[in-house]
């Protein structure tokens, strides 16, 4: 397993948001743990995507050709059609590999994993999955309540079919509460043909969220979700080295870390760094804890996604 992840150049920080709304660094720390996010100037999510896919092909030394697919997970896409995956296929002339947008919101790169993961125990070789959002479009710059919150970026993986020796998939848990969906959304699509009438209002089309009940979802379902993959898998949470929780509040993160009764400094963040950039988050975090030698080759991992949808997605590997 290869990681890479690509973020923009422009860094917002806490205080800078002062000229959009009523805030501040310690009124956004205080409640989040957010201190800057990087924030695209014209990049779009295809843009960032395609960077992170020649990053790991460069690393692997792999021709594009050798792909067999391509996953995006993304809520941020720049078409509904063409797919995300679709274009960063064509930009690194991946020729030979199938291609398609994976959308579970901020649970995106765990579901995406568990796919890859089926496509891999079939007849596929390789593949690149790849969490890429561009959320700076998807939020009202003069709403404090959400617009604090998100970054943009892209992170993914290199996989591909081995033997025992290299990164194993030990157990995965994917839930979906579909009736608690309206208290995340963003970027609605009213119905505009001639022929009918939506009255919906426009702006729906950013990020409106209950924060406490996305709070109470986060900090007790994801903590049951992590420990069900767990013992799928024969293991105890105990036996988990570091868990990579989706970068969401570090509230939240401290909060599961609580529920779990594990000791807070085997949850890795990046929350300060970079807020919540969805479906790139967990890869993110994942490439630099790699990159910085936190984490290493035999450890126990547990990645968990959780948000729009609602959902949950939690998969345990041995890297």
């Known amino acids: 397993m290869q990681t890479a992840h690509e973020v923009p150049d422009k860094v917002v920080l806490n205080d800078e948001l002062k000229q959009y709304m009523d805030t501040s660094d310690e009124w956004i720390s205080s409640r989040t743990g957010i201190r800057q996010r990087h924030v695209s100037t014209g990049q779009t999510t295809a843009d960032l995507c395609t960077s992170v896919a020649q990053q790991l092909l460069a690393q692997s030394g792999w021709s594009a050709d050798d792909l067999d697919f391509i996953i995006v997970a993304t809520m941020s896409p720049d078409y509904m059609t063409p797919a995300t995956a679709a274009i960063v296929q064509n930009r690194i002339h991946a020729q030979h590999a199938f291609a398609f947008d994976l959308s579970a919101a901020c649970s995106g790169f765990i579901y995406g994993l568990r796919v890859a993961k089926d496509l891999l125990a079939g007849d596929c070789h390789r593949g690149l999955l790849i969490g890429g959002e561009v959320l700076s479009k998807l939020v009202d710059w003069q709403e404090r309540s959400t617009a604090v919150l998100f970054g943009d970026g892209a992170g993914g993986v290199l996989l591909e079919q081995s033997d025992e020796t290299a990164s194993q998939f030990l157990a995965s848990d994917l839930q979906t509460l579909g009736e608690l969906g309206d208290r995340l959304t963003a970027g609605y699509q009213p119905v505009t043909s001639p ?6 209002d426009p702006h729906q089309r950013y990020f409106e969220m209950d924060g406490r009940a996305v709070y109470k979802f986060a900090t007790h379902d994801v903590p049951r979700s ?6 799928a898998s024969s293991l105890m949470v105990k036996d988990v080295d570091y868990f990579l929780l989706h970068q969401a509040n570090q509230r939240i993160i401290d909060q599961i870390a609580k529920r779990l009764a594990q000791p807070t400094d085997k949850f890795l963040s990046n929350v300060a760094n970079y ?6 988050s967990v890869p993110i975090l994942l490439d630099e804890a790699v990159r910085n030698g936190t984490i290493q080759r035999g450890q126990t991992i547990a990645l968990s996604g959780f948000g729009g949808g609602l959902t949950i997605g939690t998969q345990l590997i041995q890297y």
């Open 195 to 200: 022929f009918a009438t939506d009255a919906t």
């Open 226 to 231: 992590i420990e069900r993959a767990v013992t």
């Open 275 to 280: 807020g919540n950039t969805s479906a790139a």
